[in-house]
């Protein structure tokens, strides 16, 4: 593993935290976060995460991986890039979270939750997201890297926040050619790290659900190979390294409802070993809590990471329904 991720895995804070790099200078700012900046002039940032779930290692092997090459030279680098690992103290841990789901956190959510790990974290990322893009380049891109807990009918699929503007071609295509087969639009507001830099700072942003999660060195890597590769052309080459895809291949969904634990008699009526975008017909009970009841509206819907055991106020899941490709 390269340095940075090795330091941060260990709970080190590094000797040195500023240097040089092939054709770029780099920056240690905090445990988990670092700045690459090209010497080059760019019109590109990027905010590169993964590792916000600390059980979720495979994307932060990528990562590894992908900066072992920009040390050595192997990609010319063409953002400015803010390269965040998530929670690190879970990280270190192996557990999704120490207390609380830091994805439900940000955008000032993280005010409303006891002092914690979490808590703290949302706080510094938040500030320090909002302190890379005050100075960096205008255009601006946000990577999540995420894996699932569960299984899912798309193994692959990306997660995108609220955005009232049309989301351009380039960075959909980017997200197929990463080997995403489904983006799901979200429709309102949420508390993840995506939505934070979407709403906050108008990037394109995206949750990638690259596969399933399992511990370190236990990761079929060759599964995130299309992820790699496809990061590794952006970094060097940037969006217009895209090929143009004729018939765009991922299925598309926004977020019909969403299922919110209500309180201590809500009933999830979705089986814990439901997979990813398991379809449901038209009135299906999904969920109730005493005389309120939820169903499946549209014709059909797909559930997505539905969870019972979270706790009251929080999602319990999500409903879809399928559109057009944008
Ligand atoms: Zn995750």
Known sequence: M?????????????AQKKGEGPGFRWQWLEQGV??????????RSLVLSAGIHGNETAPVEILSQVLDALWRGEIVLCWDVLVVLGNPLALQT????????????????WE???????????????QAVGGFFANSPPVRWHLDMHTAIRGSLHPRFGVLPARNAAWPAAFLQWLEMAGLEALVFHQTP???????????????????????????????????SAARHALEELLGKGPEAVPVVQQPVARCYKVSQQLTRTGEAFILHIPDDTVNFTPFSKGELLAEDGDNKQVVQQETEYVLFPNRLVAPGLRAGLMLAEIPHP
């Open 190 to 224: 949420g508390g993840t790290f995506t939505h934070f830099t979407a709403q906050y700072y108008d990037a394109l942003s995206c949750t990638m659900e690259l596969g399933k999660a399992m511990p370190f060195g236990q990761n079929n890597l060759n599964a995130f």
């Open 34 to 43: 670092i700045r690459l900046t090209p010497h080059s002039k760019v019109t």
């Open 94 to 109: 192996g557990k999704r979270y120490q207390a609380c789901d830091l994805n439900r956190m940000f955008g000032g959510r």
């Open 2 to 14: 390269d340095e940075f991720v090795q330091t941060t895995l260990a709970g080190l804070v590094p």
């Open 112 to 126: 409303a939750f006891e002092p914690g790990t979490e808590r703290a974290r949302a706080e510094l990322l938040e």
